[in-house]
């Protein structure tokens, strides 16, 4: 894998992954696979298999040939992998995207009006996929689902090439150095500081230090809200400085590639029953990091997770311990227990950690009465272990402060 070549194309899925997806393809006797993206339906996998980011269709073929279809032709001249045929749909055609697919299909020896089978993502939008069924009217398709191609994307990108681990620890490293900064801001602010002012000085610092922008919209919540998983609305003009335990979650990205963490506040002198929301949430943290190597299953990890909390005779926390991160802040992989749904269980995979799987740690704790306390790092599965790569940790604020 390149990264990071003369004129800015970066290239995301590798030669070997590549040639494993149109292997795919010929086994299970598939003509094509549809890729879109716009402002209401994002989809990495764009990314992955082109390196353009946003607002375009693509096609991959099984004879190996891709096309991309941009709404910015100049942006994916610049962005998109040199193996990727760029179809300017207006210039070309007229803006005429029937005739562009047509054309794409009929250079690579393929019956456009033939009896195509075509492989689409399972949340593309029902009136773009009767709008394909327009253009190939005796086509088939196939909704991806366990086994298809968004299943094989998912196995890819799960496992971090070390280009991809190298861009991960850059975006770890901003993250880091803003979780530094932000704790001596609360203190120079002071009691003033509300939830906007927190939230507004993290994406700045990160901005400043090099992001590209953030993974996610940041969460930021004082005693008074910090018992929702993500609070509603993300950040208000409420003080922070609030006795309880607060947190805020955020995440930037840098190059593509995102970071995910949460930092857990506590505010003034909090009751027993608060402290040991934080006691336990950071043992089930330091016992399930331990767990971590290649080999164990993710519900496995999530489920000690579970196992603790109820020991302790605390709320169990309704979310999954970790998810992947990456081109996404929330990639495939994760630390989580299957469905109980019968109907949602066909399409989960309970992973099994290997070298190169990149996952939050969040265990939380939320109570309606005592508020929450969450702690969320990037972790990286390494051949032996794990690695933390990102330096979330609790921070306090004095008794006598607020």
């Known amino acids: 894998m390149n990264i990071l070549l003369v004129g800015g194309f970066m290239k995301y899925i590798s030669d070997a992954n590549r040639s494993r997806l149109i292997d795919y393809m010929n086994r299970n006797g598939m003509d094509a696979i549809f ?42 001249s610049r962005l998109a992998d040199p193996g990727v ?15 562009a697919f047509h054309s794409f299909f009929e250079a690579a020896g393929l019956d456009s009006s033939g009896p195509l089978m075509i492989e689409i993502d399972p949340m593309c939008a029902v009136g773009k996929a009767d709008y394909l069924k327009k253009i190939f009217p005796n086509a088939t398709f196939k909704v991806s689902g366990a086994g ?12 971090k090439s070390e280009e991809e681990i190298m861009l991960l620890r850059n975006v770890a490293g901003i993250t880091n150095s803003v979780i530094h900064k932000m ?17 507004l000085f993290v994406e700045g610092e990160g901005r400043r230090l090099g992001a590209d922008g953030i993974s996610f919209e940041t969460l930021t919540a004082n005693a008074d809200r910090s018992w929702g998983i993500h609070c509603y609305p993300a950040t208000t003009n409420s003080m922070l400085w609030k006795t309880g335990l607060a947190l805020i979650d ?10 995910d963490v949460t930092v857990p506040m506590v505010f003034g002198k909090v009751s027993d029953y608060q402290e040991k929301i934080v006691s336990t949430v950071f043992s089930v943290y330091d016992q399930c990091l331990s767990m971590i190597r290649p080999g164990v299953k ?22 999954g311990l970790g998810h992947g991160i990456g081109l996404d802040c929330h990639d495939p992989m994760g630390l989580r227990e299957g ?8 399409s989960w995979k309970d992973y ?8 939050s740690l969040e265990p939380g704790i939320y109570d309606p009465m005592a508020g929450g306390c969450r702690y969320e790092n990037d972790v990286l599965v390494t051949e032996n272990g794990v690695e933390v790569l990102t330096a979330s940790k609790l921070l306090r604020f004095g008794e006598n402060d607020d």
Not at 44 to 69: E, K
Not at 85 to 99: A, H, M, P, R, Y
Not at 148 to 159: E, P, Q
Not at 339 to 346: F, L, N, T
């Open 250 to 259: 955020f995440g930037f990205r840098k190059d593509g590639y995102c970071s």
């Open 35 to 76: 890729l879109y993206d716009n402002e209401k339906h994002r989809d990495s996998n764009l990314i992955y298999i082109t390196g353009h980011p946003t607002d375009a269709s693509a096609f991959v073929l099984a004879n190996g040939s891709t096309a991309l279809f941009p709404w910015d032709m100049i942006l994916a």
């Open 85 to 99: 045929q760029v179809v300017d749909t207006l210039s070309s055609f007229g803006g005429n995207e029937t005739k």
């Open 183 to 199: 704790e001596d801001y609360i203190r120079e602010v002071g009691s003033s500081i509300r939830e906007v002012d927190l939230a």
């Open 339 to 346: 469905p109980r749904d019968e109907a949602a269980k066909g």
């Open 352 to 359: 099994v950690l290997e070298q190169g799987f990149f996952t």
């Open 298 to 319: 993710g519900s496995a990890v999530h489920g000690r997770a579970i196992q603790v909390m109820k020991e302790a005779g605390l709320p169990v926390m309704p979310h």
């Open 148 to 159: 298809g191609y968004c299943s094989v994307l998912n196995d890819f990108r799960a496992v």
